[in-house]
Nanobody
Framework: QVQLVESGGGLVQPGGSLRLSCKVSGSIFSIDTLGWYRQVPGKQRELVAKITPGRRTNYLDSVKGRFTISRDGATKMVYLQMNSLKDEDTAVYYC???????????WGPGTQVTVSS
């Protein structure tokens, strides 16, 4: 069973930066397309960024140029560098597999990102 543990969230002012980390256990990892998702209360979870095993990346339009996803196969970690944060980036952020891969059933606890002055 895959286990996911996210960390690195916090409270930051608009324009600030955060780096999120996700430890992936129990998967082959090297063949997985991985993604960062976010969710705010009352809304569906949305895919923010994804990275293929070959390190090809895709981003939600609203975060392009501000967020960067990366992965480390040696440590089975996936990261999300978030710069120029905006109020609307406030959400709980999660990692999981990403399309075209099938998402894993069990989500991690997520990490709260709050952007506020």
């Amino acid at each position: 069973q895959v286990q996911l543990v996210e960390s690195g969230g916090g409270l930051v002012q608009p324009g600030g930066s955060l780096r999120l980390s996700c430890k992936v256990s129990g998967s082959i990892f090297s063949i997985d397309t991985l993604g960062w998702y976010r969710q705010v209360p009352g809304k569906q979870r949305e895919l923010v960024a994804k990275i293929t095993p070959g390190r090809r990346t895709n981003y939600l339009d609203s975060v392009k140029g501000r967020f960067t996803i990366s992965r480390d196969g040696a440590t089975k970690m996936v990261y999300l560098q978030m710069n120029s944060l905006k109020d609307e980036d406030t959400a709980v952020y999660y990692c999981n597999a990403a399309p075209p891969d099938v998402l894993w059933d069990h989500w991690g606890p997520g990490t709260q990102v709050t952007v506020s002055s």
